[in-house]
């Protein structure tokens, strides 16, 4: 399967707890995305690479919420003290280098689904 | 700030009936929209956007900027068109780096 992967596919864990989830995107792409989404909503944007650069960051990010590309390839996220208000989807997608395809197209991977107890 | 709004979360038609799937957006500058789709059990994947001014699916989609809408068209809705449908918007010339989604249309295609 070539397409982006995430793992683990679901995660159940109790409040306080840290956890961390990883993001395998699609090797050429250079750009990846972190969303979340809760139920009846569309994925909210949380933070986005390009290389293993941080360029942006959602205003609505918790200092509780940390992500990292450190070699330009898989990236994790890590959410510390897990709150039950954390719940929810957490999605990763990958786009192409600029300019190599139709520019903005996102690539999702499955999703972690996250239960905080 | 950018926003996207989907007024309906659940649209019900008949196969073979015409659907529309409505989209408003709010941004002061120069947008990409983008309609995603997602069938049951699978990822979200894009359907179409409106730079590139095509049918996928045989679903269509005009932006119009006076009404600041972008809204998805279809003639005759098939059984298999059944998932969520939502809309993005990007900032021109942005990248991807800032995607606003819309909550998402649940259509349901019957029998």
């Known amino acids: 399967d070539t397409g982006v992967s995430q793992n683990p596919r679901h995660k159940i864990t109790k409040r306080g707890q840290n956890v961390t989830f990883r993001c395998d995107p699609i090797s050429e792409h250079n750009r990846l995305y972190w969303y979340r989404q809760t139920l009846g909503q569309g994925p909210e944007f949380l933070t986005y690479f390009q290389n293993e650069a941080q360029l942006e960051k959602s205003r609505l990010l918790s200092d509780r919420f940390s992500a990292e590309r450190p070699k330009g390839s898989f990236s994790t996220l890590e959410i510390q003290r897990t709150e039950q208000g954390d719940s929810a989807m957490y999605l990763c997608?990958?786009?192409?280098?600029?300019?190599?395809?139709?520019?903005?197209?996102?690539?999702f991977g499955p999703g972690t689904r996250l239960t905080v107890l | 700030a950018q926003r996207v709004t989907q007024p309906e979360k659940l649209l019900s038609v008949f196969k073979g009936a015409p659907v529309e799937l409505k989209c408003n957006y709010s941004y002061s500058g120069s947008p990409e929209l983008f309609w995603y789709v997602q069938y049951s059990r699978q990822r979200l994947q894009l359907l179409l956007r409106?730079?590139s001014r095509e049918s996928i699916k045989g679903f269509t989609a005009d932006l119009n900027k006076g009404e600041t809408s972008f809204h998805l068209k279809k003639p005759f809705a098939q059984e298999e068109d059944s998932a969520m449908y939502y809309c993005a918007l990007s900032p021109k010339g942005n990248y991807g780096q800032n995607f606003v989604f819309g909550p998402g249309t649940r259509l349901s295609v019957l029998p």
């Open positions: 409106h730079i």
């Open positions: 997608a990958s786009s192409p280098r600029l300019g190599t395809s139709p520019n903005n197209e996102q690539f």
